[in-house]
């Protein structure tokens, strides 16, 4: 399997997995959530990644998690199912679920706390990708692995040759790394990483690159245009788009993708309230931002950035 046996490419949200507030996962919440994603053109979805808090359901939230999303999508993009976990098998059994109720795709990073060598990861990936038939995309989360395989010689291309691998999620916060995966994979994989930026754009108007997954996908709106014009080779009206997008994404997130103004998950599914978008709350170990000040600043953020439009009192409610 290469590039060309997926047309994976564009703006992608990572969904986050809404939960009430007395901590159950909201199913209903999940596919309001999805329509929202369909509405907003979005060219794919990942569900149950490091955004959809994977780390806090059992597995079978998971399961339920990857068949309500799959079910509410119904064929109107590529849903991608995360099955990151602490071993081969453990991430074997969830893509063979995610294979049997329909997803287009899975996604791993290697097992967190792990940190395994080179040698290690690629084993895992071999055995993770191989257990099932659909197509797998290898996500690089240094982040929160504490392992940037990019950083490791010669090992991206190995990945990218495994017979199942169609695709790499590349989250180092080393942009010259990731730039170096690219180069190395393109010709091989789909590869998506930080491009919604003027380097960015450069990058995928000479080099190469397909596209961005997201966490939460609040800049669809200004996300999805651009890898369009980018896919029309509209320099233009990309680096327009591009301008709206980083003056949000810019704001809230680091370089490292960590939050400004909390951990990521808090804060976007603060931000995500304000937007009256079904985000949810979130599961311990993670906590709610309360912060007014905090929240103030987010939601100025998304007014300069027109996505929020505040009341006639000029108020933003809570």
């Given at each position: 399997m290469?590039?060309?046996?997926?047309?994976?490419?564009?703006?992608?949200?990572?969904?986050?997995?809404?939960?009430?507030?007395?901590?159950?996962?909201?199913?209903?919440?999940?596919?309001?959530?999805?329509?929202?994603?369909?509405?907003?053109?979005?060219?794919?979805?990942?569900?149950?990644?490091?955004?959809?808090?994977?780390?806090?359901?059992?597995?079978?939230?998971?399961?339920?998690?990857?068949?309500?999303?799959?079910?509410?999508?119904?064929?109107?993009?590529?849903?991608?199912?995360?099955?990151?976990?602490?071993?081969?098998?453990?991430?074997?059994?969830?893509?063979?679920?995610?294979?049997?109720?329909?997803?287009?795709?899975?996604l791993?990073?290697?097992?967190?706390?792990?940190?395994?060598?080179?040698?290690?990861?690629?084993?895992?990936?071999?055995?993770?990708?191989?257990?099932?038939?659909?197509?797998?995309?290898?996500?690089?989360?240094?982040?929160?692995?504490?392992?940037?395989?990019?950083?490791v010689?010669?090992?991206?291309?190995?990945?990218?040759?495994?017979?199942?691998v169609?695709?790499?999620?590349?989250?180092?916060?080393?942009?010259?790394?990731?730039?170096?995966?690219?180069?190395?994979?393109?010709?091989?994989?789909?590869v998506?990483?930080?491009?919604?930026?003027?380097?960015?754009?450069?990058?995928?108007?000479?080099?190469?690159?397909?596209?961005?997954?997201?966490?939460?996908g609040?800049?669809a709106?200004?996300?999805?245009?651009?890898?369009?014009?980018?896919?029309?080779?509209?320099?233009?009206?990309?680096?327009?788009?591009?301008?709206?997008?980083?003056?949000?994404?810019g704001?809230?997130?680091?370089p490292?993708?960590?939050?400004v103004?909390?951990?990521?998950?808090?804060?976007?599914k603060?931000?995500?309230?304000?937007?009256?978008?079904?985000?949810?709350?979130?599961?311990?170990?993670?906590?709610?931002?309360?912060?007014?000040?905090?929240?103030?600043?987010?939601?100025?953020?998304?007014?300069?950035?027109?996505?929020?439009?505040?009341?006639?009192?000029?108020?933003?409610?809570?």
């Amino acid at each position: 399997m290469n590039r060309y046996d997926v047309d994976w490419h564009g703006y992608w949200p990572a969904s986050p997995t809404p939960f009430t507030a007395d901590g159950e996962l909201d199913e209903s919440g999940l596919r309001e959530l999805m329509e929202l994603y369909v509405a907003n053109g979005v060219h794919g979805i990942l569900v149950n990644g490091s955004t959809g808090e994977w780390f806090s359901q059992s597995p079978d939230e998971r399961r339920r998690v990857a068949e309500t999303a799959v079910e509410a999508v119904a064929g109107r993009t590529t849903v991608v199912v995360g099955v990151s976990a602490y071993t081969a098998a453990e991430s074997g059994a969830l893509a063979k679920h995610a294979e049997a109720v329909g997803a287009d795709g899975v996604l791993a990073t290697v097992p967190p706390y792990a940190h395994p060598s080179g040698a290690e990861a690629l084993e895992f990936y071999r055995r993770v990708s191989s257990a099932s038939a659909l197509p797998f995309m290898v996500y690089n989360w240094p982040r929160g692995v504490a392992v940037d395989l990019a950083r490791v010689p010669g090992l991206m291309p190995q990945l990218a040759a495994l017979e199942q691998v169609a695709a790499i999620k590349d989250s180092t916060g080393d942009w010259i790394a990731m730039l170096d995966t690219l180069e190395a994979t393109v010709e091989q994989v789909r590869v998506f990483g930080s491009f919604i930026h003027h380097r960015g754009l450069a990058v995928l108007l000479g080099l190469g690159g397909d596209g961005a997954i997201d966490g939460g996908g609040i800049g669809a709106p200004y996300g999805v245009p651009f890898f369009d014009a980018v896919a029309a080779g509209d320099r233009e009206l990309a680096t327009f788009w591009l301008e709206k997008y980083r003056a949000i994404s810019g704001r809230l997130i680091n370089p490292d993708y960590s939050g400004v103004f909390a951990s990521p998950v808090p804060q976007l599914k603060a931000a995500m309230r304000l937007l009256e978008q079904p985000g949810g709350q979130v599961r311990e170990p993670l906590l709610p931002l309360a912060d007014p000040r905090a929240l103030d600043d987010i939601a100025q953020i998304l007014r300069d950035g027109g996505l929020l439009v505040p009341d006639e009192a000029g108020q933003v409610v809570l």
